[in-house]
């Protein structure tokens, strides 16, 4: 186990993608969106900019805002990706998974764990638009496999916000919106936090992975009907005052690590 995994909270934040964190609810997100302005990079509220921090980030996933920045641009690769048994022509992630899972019994290889990496970046922290692996996270995949600080809530905390003007910039396409892809899991799940009171979100809880995020999946709402976006809509605009509703995770009976 690496030491920087756990005090980084990477790995803690791993154990997150034993839940599903792509249970979205269409109209909660687009109604969110819809309020994103993208010169200030918050949702304006009636009560004024709320947005998304690294004290969220860091509640919801675990993971802690330290650890060095990481510049994909000029990191050097230590371990190059010709000697590395990776095969890139996969199309889905079942056929990447089955071409690189190693033998039962018997030592992760540096191919096996990077290749597991690249996909846990792509399929369930960054949720790429294709569901072919690419090689644009190698770099990063090759940092963590190192056991490199990486600081990688700041890197999800500017994806959400970059995937969040794209998204919103989309709405107001002419041509119409197109598919949205980035970690909007972590817009549900902040959104399932700031409207969990309001909306008398609940959930029978029982899970042995002591992280928030966990939680808020349960909280994601089943039930879709066509006036769900009215209700949510009608919700944000009444927070005309910032209340405790709109930072749910200063409080002490957080879950999660300290």
Not at 125 to 139: D, E, I, R
Not at 159 to 174: I, M
Not at 191 to 200: D, G, Q, V
Request: aromatic share 14%; with cysteine.
């Amino acid at each position: 186990m690496s030491s920087s995994w756990v005090e980084t909270g990477i790995l803690e934040f791993i154990q997150l993608a034993k839940f599903d964190l792509h249970l979205f609810d269409p109209q909660m997100l687009l109604s969110a969106i819809f309020f994103w302005n993208r010169e200030t990079r918050a949702f304006e509220f009636p009560c004024g900019f709320v947005c998304p921090t690294l004290l969220d980030i860091a509640a919801i996933t675990g993971l802690s805002p330290l650890g060095d920045r990481f510049y994909p641009d000029v990191f050097e690769d230590e371990i190059s990706i010709k000697d590395l048994s990776i095969s890139w022509d996969k199309k889905t992630y079942l056929a990447f998974i089955n071409a690189h899972v190693g033998q039962p019994e018997t030592p992760v290889s540096p191919s096996e764990h990077i290749a597991f990496l690249l996909y846990w970046l792509s399929a369930c922290v960054f949720c790429t638009p294709s569901l072919q692996v690419p090689k644009y996270y190698y770099a990063l995949a090759q940092a963590l496999h190192l056991k490199k600080r990486v600081c990688l809530s700041k890197l999800l905390l500017a994806s959400l916000y970059s995937c969040l003007d794209e998204a919103s910039e989309s709405l107001f396409r002419e041509s119409g919106p197109r598919n949205l892809s980035g970690p909007l899991w972590l817009l549900q799940l902040w959104l399932n936090a700031i409207f969990e009171r309001k909306l008398s979100l609940s959930s029978i809880f029982n899970s042995p992975c002591e992280l928030e995020g966990a939680r808020l999946t349960t909280l994601t709402p089943r039930k879709h009907s066509v006036d769900n976006f009215g209700t949510y809509v009608n919700a944000i605009l009444s927070f005309k005052e910032f209340s405790e509703d709109l930072a749910p995770f200063i409080r002490p009976t957080l879950i999660g690590p300290s």
